[in-house]
């Protein structure tokens, strides 16, 4: 069964740096797609970026490009991979709770449902990132 651990979160000042981690365990294959989600207080869920090992292909939001870099730790491939999400010139409207997510059957980051995350069957617990002077 797949798991996700997400870390990091935190308050940060506006313009400041945090990096958010997921750790993902249960995976019956080597290959895979994991992103990273958020809710902001009062909207829906978006996705924000995604990575695949399958064909390095990572996605972003447009509201997050130049500003958010996904990676993989590619020391902990096979089965249980790590994703951090380096978060940098952060706003107010950054703020929210982030979750990390993946789909067992889906190791692309191409046509997926970022607007709600409906083809991505595991999530993390989520944690708070607070952007606030």
């Known amino acids: 069964q797949l798991q996700l651990v997400e870390s990091g979160g935190g308050l940060v000042q506006p313009g400041g740096s945090l990096t958010l981690s997921c750790a993902a365990s249960?995976?019956?294959?080597?290959?895979?797609?994991i992103a990273w989600f958020r809710r902001a207080p009062g909207k829906e869920r978006e996705g924000v970026a995604c990575?695949?090992?399958?064909?390095?292909?990572?996605?972003?939001?447009?509201s997050v490009k130049g500003r958010f870099n996904i990676s993989r730790d590619r020391s902990r491939e096979n089965f249980k991979p790590t994703v951090y999400l380096q978060m940098g010139s952060l706003k107010p409207e950054d703020s929210g709770v982030y979750y990390c997510?993946?789909?067992?059957?889906?190791?692309?980051?191409?046509?997926?449902?970022?607007?709600?995350?409906?083809?991505?069957?595991?999530w993390g617990q989520g944690l708070q990132v607070t952007v606030s002077s």
């Open positions: 997510a993946t789909e067992s059957t889906q190791v692309s980051c191409h046509y997926r449902d970022y607007s709600g995350g409906t083809d991505f069957g595991s």
């Open positions: 249960g995976f019956s294959s080597p290959a895979y797609a």
């Open positions: 990575t695949s090992n399958f064909d390095n292909y990572s996605w972003y939001s447009d």
